[in-house]
């Protein structure tokens, strides 16, 4: 496949995960973007995980196969501002429509705009005149604006890995004016879903913008114009494909299929985060066993729920509603040879996992907002094709508008969560062949490649239609 581009891809987000490096729960956003880097090669520009008391570092690099990792230490109290503050307390929740755990404070705002001049004055130190510069996330919205104040001219995209909220949730925020007016620095904003640009077309047309809606995705606003498009994450099949049928063979995966002892897995994992919804999940289990009293004994619930943002309060509660719920449940259900729910708060290997995703018999993921979810997506790739197991989807994550031959269902409704996944549990072998098949066949037209491609296609574009005549 030929490249968009020869350019220097240098992707800039708060996170940065190196491959060696044992970091924390990958999100989404890492493993989409390890992916697209080790393809293309490039710069990934980032927080390098520590704290300073003093000011933030100057960016070291390291370099790993065909990626340059730049990254920075950033000042303690600027961090728990911008990010556990204004990213995880505002943002987060706005952009999952969950207006109810937003928790404001002005200094934290103060700390989320300190920190995004800081990336900006750091990335300077390391960009060439024809770099690409893409942008990821909701944590660095004013990147571009900081950048353009200080003269850079470099193609400068956005994309946003969570889903965008319509102007009757986004304007809840305070700062959103400030918001809306960073994201019309970008010369291309992208977003998972029709629904979230849809989102953003509805902010943009109040008078705090104003935009015009030209052809082609082409939006004209105070101070130029801009792309705005749907660009929906992918993975690389073939490599999820290959990584789960090598790890079926290893003695770790080997050990965990034996324990089932013939019992149909049923496996979830997420990030122990509220929009995954994992005590709604858990209930909804509970109402499998109860409706449908066969399983008992016959199935095995494997929910892997890594901490996440443990810094911020409702995270840590969570966690101890999830242990609640998980204990009462395996107390009301489990005989002497039989639990009904197993439950690791840790990561486990990427190798590892996607053994137990290829000897799963139903793949659970059920958020009750995501932007795309990747676990769905790699569950699907993960299976074998002559054996597949059944992806159950809930319907408010993004990767349901691709992946309509899952079981899709409503995460806020036990009953339907429950029949679904009855549903993949008996559904016969040819339908699943059918259904993974057509999943697969999504899964490849819009793969890890062609995101990246169409996105770096959409910066170069926006270049020669705003270059002066
Ligand atoms: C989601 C977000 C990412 C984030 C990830 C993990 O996927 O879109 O930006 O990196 O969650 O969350 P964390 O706060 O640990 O980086």
Redesign the pocket.
């Known amino acids: 496949m030929t490249d968009a581009s020869d350019q220097r891809l240098v992707i800039v987000?708060?996170?940065v995960a190196r491959p060696k490096k044992k970091g924390?729960?990958?999100?989404?956003?890492?493993v989409g973007v390890l992916a697209a880097l080790q393809e293309h090669g490039g710069v990934w520009f980032g927080w390098n995980g520590k704290l300073t008391d003093g000011e933030a570092t100057d960016p070291e690099v390291i370099t790993e196969e065909n990626i340059d990792y730049a990254t920075i230490a950033l000042n303690e109290v600027d961090y728990e501002q911008y990010?556990n503050g204004y990213s995880?307390r505002v943002l987060w929740p706005v952009c999952h429509y969950m207006l109810d755990f937003i928790q404001y404070d002005a200094a934290d705002f103060e700390g989320y705009r300190r920190v995004n001049a800081v990336f900006a004055r750091k990335l300077m130190s390391i960009l060439r005149p024809d770099d690409i510069i893409w942008v990821?996330?909701?944590?660095l919205i004013p990147l571009a604006s900081e950048l353009r104040a200080a003269g850079v001219t470099n193609p400068i995209g956005f994309f946003l890995?969570?889903p965008f909220p319509s102007y009757e949730a986004f304007r809840a925020v305070p700062g959103h004016e400030y918001l809306l007016r960073a994201m019309c620095a970008y010369d291309v904003l992208g977003f998972h879903t029709a629904g979230d640009l849809a989102a953003f077309e509805t902010c943009v047309r109040e008078p705090i913008i104003g935009a015009d809606f030209l052809d082609d995705h082409v939006i004209r606003v105070p101070g130029g114009q801009l792309i705005a498009d749907v660009f929906p994450i992918g993975i690389d099949v073939a490599q999820i494909t290959d990584l789960a049928a090598a790890a079926t063979g290893t003695e770790e995966v080997k050990k965990m299929f034996r324990s089932l002892e013939g019992r149909d897995l049923i496996i979830g994992v997420d990030?122990l985060?509220y929009s995954k919804a994992l005590k709604q999940r858990l209930l909804s289990y509970e109402r499998l066993l109860e409706r449908y009293p066969d399983t008992r004994s016959h199935v095995t619930m494997m929910q892997i729920a890594p901490p996440?943002?443990t810094g911020v309060r409702t995270y840590d509660e969570i966690r101890s509603q999830l242990e609640r719920t998980s204990g009462r449940i395996n107390g009301r259900f489990a005989e002497s040879d039989w639990v009904p729910i197993r439950y690791l708060n840790k990561g486990i290997s990427r190798d590892q996992l996607m053994g137990f995703f290829r000897h799963a018999k139903v793949g659970l993921v059920t958020p009750v907002r995501d932007?795309m979810n990747l676990v769905a997506k790699e569950y699907v790739a993960a299976q074998d094709p002559a054996d597949p197991g059944m992806l159950v989807l809930s319907s408010l994550a993004g990767a349901a508008r691709e992946l309509k031959s899952a079981v899709i269902v409503n995460p806020y409704d036990r009953d339907d969560v429950a029949d679904g996944i009855a549903t993949a549990l008996a559904m016969p072998l040819e339908e699943r062949k059918q259904r993974h098949a057509d999943m697969i066949d999504v899964l490849r037209r819009n793969d890890i490649t062609r995101w990246r491609t169409r996105f770096v296609e959409a910066l170069l574009r926006k270049r020669e239609f705003s270059k002066p005549a």
């Open positions: 987000s708060n996170r924390a729960a990958a999100g989404g956003l890492a990010y995880n990821h996330d909701y944590h890995h969570v990030r985060d996440t943002r932007g």
